[in-house]
């Protein structure tokens, strides 16, 4: 089978020297394991709860860092678009571009990204049955680019709460394409903390653990070398210095199953 | 207290005739009521579930067939925007902006549509909680626009389905706006029929009866000559021969809770 | 239509005073507004959240004491029964036998108290599906008792949470039973607060309210005249002093509706 | 650490040499793979879907062949009991009491069962979260008896589905208890089939592989050997062919996170 795919990065885009490390450490840990991996860093954080929250640099100097790491690295990197518009631009710079899951129906933004020919992937939206996505596939194969992978990151399961249905990964790779899951935001608490959402960084080792054994054809995590310091989504990163010993298990599990 | 607002109108813009019907005689009904009512229609459906159904006749001629109405008719008129872009265009020719459900967290769109000076309407995500609006409204009020109205829709329940939580009529009045009850799109069954979704036209009634009930400012309804006919959401529209007897209703009710 | 019939009582027995008390109150409120009243008491709580908890007097002084009310104030009482073994000796004292949410699907227990000849009120359970109620009511009628009423109660909504799905009131009635609405239980927050449960007072109106405009034959409802002092499930029990105003709404409403 | 136990069966008592076929097959391969086998059977489903189902061929009969199946294999039996009454009883014959989902708030059950001496695996009802177990485990060790397990079968997902939240096994280890996985019930789609409950097959060894990999000290399987032959629960039953290498499975990924 083929080599897992490790997409991994701060959740926004952070000073060079913390994205260099992060990638540094991911991509040490991914050559060490023999997985593939992608840098990911989002240039705008389009939806945070808060109008007060840090929102990232801007796509310019978002998409010159991630430019850089590209360079410096050698390693493919992935980042979100919000609006049609974005695709292009993005897409000059970036391997992989990303829906956000709240806008996985926006046809246009669908279109656009698939348009620009680079692989998409999609994140489920919270809201949405796994067999729905394949109405999402259909728009972006209707540009001809069907390279796209499906993120599962959880469903809506009363208020402040997401549930990960394991059944949505084997019914995603059902419709044909490789399944990512996106460990972290799994375990977000949506407005679980009033003005920003909490998130449970305990689980996101057994939901990776699981979803591998389930059958997963990539693995996505945010992480930072000081969680509790990220300029977003600290609750649920992953501690970088705890990234080496889970994808280690994730990868022996990967074994099992595939 | 204030008059109920009644908003309604086809989901998509339709051909001129079937607009006006539709404008005709919901008008009347709420002229005979004592109502408020607010023409809507939507120039683009941007998040169909499936790339092949009917979008819309784009943004240039839904927004002359709007003008028009509005004219003709001399009532206000609402539509929905997509991105940031359309906010300045859109709210030349209506009344009211308003933001769609997966779209109520987007920032720079929130931004936008209040920027423009006109009232916003923002449909609650199918998975948000109620309170969690508060964090929308201070986007929205971030530009000095305070003329906010919220509307509930229904919030995910499993899958294909929706389950409206009369609580969150209540928790989002605290917060301060006006709130409206969508009773068509909250009986929506999402992706329901496979590569599109259904709906249960018999639940309109009592759930927009219940929404009065528990207290609110007013009522949204997409309706529809013959809404087998409709180009979008036909299952969930109510039957224009039927608004004049719900209106009725929803009014007595109303008068026994405000 | 038939009158809007009104089970009240305290959650668990309680001292003699308190459940005259509350008999008396609602009693005359129902008088006055022409509805039917039932005194409701529960003699075991057998399903507490914590062991701790207090669960009542017994059957045997729990049944005296509904036996006496029923004497007093010359109105029909209810209980709930836990196991087969009670539903004889219950029904040779109160008019109505109660079967809880979570035993509804308890085949022995349905079939006991149907068996009795007495109407048999049924929960719905937070995990059940309104159209699921058919089966419980052919399990009902397989002794030739066809007095059956159903109650909602909340169904499950992620974790520590109910929601109110209006429609199973239209469903549930549609299944040929008058259908009561349990405004206490529905506003419950299962184990809400760590050892036990926790509930929203404020909720039971406006639910209250939005039910009977969806068609309802009964209100169901747990007072108290100091539910902080509550022997169980103060938190969600309406206060004594606020029931006359409620059911003079909620009569207004089913007015309107029936 | 421990080995994995494996508790498989038939839903309900079937006749003796099915239950013979599932004991020996079963056994062989948990004897092959060093895992701990406890052969289980309902000897009554007190609370099917429908009343015309078949329930079981009562307590006598039922706890007779679970004794002639633990005298010939030498293997431990389970069986679940549903009312106080049924517990002192059952547990002269069998080794293990298991308490339903549904009646696992019931605290006279939940006494008596514990009150045996005997160990006690109680589902998670499908209406509780996971930390509202401590609460559960209060009651039975309240007794004195602490041989507690409890078991996740999946949780009320909307109407006729239940979801398994992977979470729950790492919340309710952390209470203290051995924690089984239900891989055949967690699949049941609830009222699924209008009179009956439907399931998913297919997903049975997805999820168990998950829930191992997430962290169990046990897995609950029903199996048939024709599962479309069976007399309750076939459709979410695990063929009798496919139990051998299903454990085989299980048992790598176990070994990769114990």
């Known amino acids: 089978g083929q080599p897992l795919v490790v997409i991994a990065g701060p959740c926004v885009v952070e000073a060079l020297d913390i994205c260099r490390?992060?990638?540094?450490?991911?991509?040490?840990?991914?050559?060490?394991?023999?997985?593939?991996?992608?840098?990911?860093?989002?240039?705008d954080k389009a939806n945070r709860t808060s109008i007060d929250s840090y929102r990232g640099q801007g796509m310019d100097e978002g998409l010159a860092l991630l430019a850089r790491i590209r360079e410096e690295f050698g390693c493919p990197v992935l980042t979100d678009v919000h609006e049609p518009d974005q695709c292009a631009l993005?897409?000059?710079?970036?391997?992989v571009l990303q829906i956000p899951a709240f806008l996985c129906r926006q046809t246009d933004l669908l279109v656009a990204a698939a348009a620009t020919g680079q692989p998409v992937n999609v994140k489920k939206g919270q809201f949405l049955a796994p067999e729905d996505m394949a109405s999402v596939i259909k728009k972006l194969a209707s540009t001809g680019n069907?390279?796209?992978?499906?993120?599962?990151?959880?469903?809506?399961?009363?208020?402040h709460n997401l549930v990960v249905d394991m059944r949505s990964l084997v019914i995603?790779?059902?419709l044909g394409c490789p399944v990512i899951f996106d460990a972290t935001h799994a375990v977000q608490l949506p407005g679980g903390r009033g003005t920003?959402?909490?998130?449970?960084?305990?689980?996101?080792?057994?939901?990776?653990?699981a979803a591998?054994?389930?059958?997963?054809?990539?693995?996505?995590?945010?992480?930072?070398?000081?969680p509790?310091?990220?300029l977003?989504?600290?609750?649920?990163?992953?501690r970088l210095d705890d990234v080496q010993t889970l994808l280690a298990k994730i990868k022996e599990i990967h074994g099992l199953v595939s």
Chains 1, 2, 3, 4 share one sequence.
Do not use: W
């Open 21 to 43: 490390r992060i990638a540094e450490t991911v991509q040490a840990a991914c050559a060490e394991l023999g997985l593939s991996y992608i840098f990911k860093a989002s240039f």
């Open 196 to 209: 920003s959402s909490g998130g449970n960084r305990e689980f996101v080792a057994p939901l990776a653990r």
């Open 90 to 95: 993005a897409a000059e710079v970036v391997d």
């Open 172 to 174: 995603m790779r059902e």
């Open 228 to 230: 509790e310091k990220a």
């Open 232 to 238: 977003s989504d600290g609750a649920n990163s992953l």
């Open 146 to 159: 069907e390279r796209i992978a499906l993120t599962e990151r959880g469903a809506s399961f009363g208020y």
């Open 212 to 226: 591998a054994a389930t059958g997963i054809d990539g693995l996505f995590l945010e992480t930072h070398p000081e």
